[in-house]
Nanobody
């Protein structure tokens, strides 16, 4: 039974930092990602990490400010978010893909999702 459980969200002032965690259990995938969705907006891929590639993928809106990483020993996914802006306010979801090739920020290719954690930047 695959389970993804996010934590670490909260309220932060603009310019601050937050680190999100996602505890993964039940299976180890090649590809994990963070997505976000603000009220009234479409879901946006934020960052993707794939153990077969050296360089993660980032959305242009977060490049240089966010960093995705994975603790393979503990099977935990992280998203370090720095220099936060009010427009980063959203529900953040971690996701995993069982597809053979999924080096992408497109949500439809991910088939396991966490319940989300809210990040509010003011």
């Amino acid at each position: 039974h695959v389970q993804l459980v996010e934590s670490g969200g909260g309220s932060v002032q603009a310019g601050g930092s937050v680190r999100l965690s996602c505890a993964a259990s039940g299976y180890t995938f090649n590809t994990y990602s963070w997505f976000r969705q603000a009220p009234g907006q479409e879901r946006e891929g934020v960052a993707t990490i794939d153990r077969r590639y050296d360089v993660p993928l980032y959305a242009n809106s977060v490049k240089g400010r966010f960093a995705i990483s994975k603790d393979n020993a503990g099977n935990t996914l992280y998203l370090q978010m720095n220099s936060l802006k009010p427009e980063d306010t959203a529900m953040y979801f971690c996701a995993a893909s069982s597809q053979r090739y999924c080096y992408t920020l497109t949500g439809k290719y991910f088939n396991y999702w966490g319940q989300g954690t809210q990040v509010t930047v003011s």
